[in-house]
């Protein structure tokens, strides 16, 4: 980050910058923490875990505006102050209390800022070590002083946006690493959003681990507000087109093709992608159900030999892990290559710390950091 700017001007600037960036990282890490631990009940307590690095943020903004970036280095600071900006918005929005009927829009809202948080603050990983070891799992991180090297064909690695404007719905979001080469066929994640939700947001749940193991990463969007449940072919549709698009332009290995999802996701993951006509080769849905069409579409024949990883919460108060119990007994009696996780402590929100184990599952090559 070296610059032919006044020194003691850089030296400032810095100085702000080794401020601001541990309170940024340190507050996304609680939003992360606080999303893993939502229940309804815990709220009050999460509250009151979030509101002193949000405090600390909202300082650390106010003291990195009143610092004059070097002129190199202008776009670095806007773009971390807008990363911090959203950051500090999110966790406001959670710990600010509502009325009964605006706490689940409130907290929605604020997951959707700590995504768009981490979408501005990515970019930075090429010139902020500490940013960059953000987004890799501690085990998978470099050096604390490395940096992302350049890609030898940056066109074709990062972060892609198929969606035609913010918010539209349709598209999807692609992450291909930025080690990306030819030389061997990559596992393919393709993770969908839960009901209300957008690829746009749901990406950020799996881009550290897709990152730092070796898989591209698959983010739709569906069509309309949510999976379309009542005529899986809607969506089906889509999500065919968009793997065989990526396919064609990254080297995917048709054995390792993931399909994934969170609730409305995951009830749709078993739907659409135990159809025979869908490109996926093992299902992981978290906190879903077990759709009654697949009782009488011949889905749970098609379940026979398929490898299926079902992870629910035993205090998901949206679908009663019950519901989940039913679903693995319908899934083990028709014969698939079941394996279920009850999670003692997770309610209805995504357990970041089963994406490691599912691609452990998916393929035992993931378990540890790629060669070179």
């Known amino acids: 980050m070296a610059t032919h700017d006044d020194p003691p001007r850089e030296s400032a600037f810095l100085e702000a910058v080794g401020v601001l960036g541990p309170a940024l990282l340190g507050c996304l890490a609680s939003l992360e923490a606080a999303q893993r631990q939502l229940h309804p009940p815990a709220i009050p307590k999460l509250r009151e875990l979030l509101s002193p690095g949000a405090q600390r943020l909202r300082e650390a903004i106010d003291t990195f505006r009143a610092v004059a970036p070097p002129d190199a280095l202008a776009s670095v600071g806007e773009q971390l102050c807008r990363a911090a900006d959203q950051a500090h918005d999110a966790a406001q929005l959670f710990c600010e209390s509502s009325a009964p009927g605006q706490e689940v829009a409130r907290v929605l809202r604020s997951m959707h800022l700590h995504c768009r948080a981490q979408a501005a603050l990515y970019p930075l990983r090429r010139v902020l070590p500490p940013v960059s070891r953000y987004f890799l799992e501690p085990e998978f991180a470099p050096p604390s002083d490395a940096i992302d090297p350049p890609s030898a064909d940056p066109e074709r690695v990062g972060i892609f946006d198929a969606h035609s404007e913010p918010g539209a719905r349709g598209g999807f979001c692609l992450y291909v690493p930025e080690w990306y080469d030819e030389d061997h066929a990559w596992p393919l994640v393709v993770a969908l959003h839960g009901g209300s939700g957008h690829g746009a947001d749901f990406l950020w749940t799996w881009l550290r681990e897709a990152r730092g193991r070796g898989c591209l990463l698959l983010a739709p969007t569906s069509i309309g507000p949510t999976w379309s449940l009542q005529a899986p072919e809607i969506d089906a549709r889509a999500l065919r087109s968009m793997v065989a698009w990526v396919s064609e332009r990254w080297r995917v290995d048709p054995e390792r093709v993931l399909l994934t999802g969170l609730s409305d996701g995951a009830t749709y993951s078993l739907l659409c992608g135990l159809r025979d006509d869908m490109p996926f080769t093992a299902l992981a849905p978290v906190s879903g159900v077990l759709h009654p069409s697949n009782l009488a579409n011949g889905n749970l024949r098609r379940a026979r030999g398929r490898r299926i990883y079902l992870v629910h919460g035993a205090l998901d108060w949206m679908f009663p892990v019950s519901i989940a119990r039913a679903a693995r007994d319908e899934l083990e009696r028709a014969g698939s290559d079941l394996l279920y996780r009850e999670v003692e402590d997770l309610s209805h ?24």
Do not use: S
Request: hydrophobic content about 35%; aromatic content about 8%; cysteine-free.
């Open 349 to 372: 929100t995504y357990p970041r710390e089963e994406n490691a184990r599912i691609l452990r599952w998916l393929d035992p090559a993931l378990g540890r950091p790629p060669a070179g």
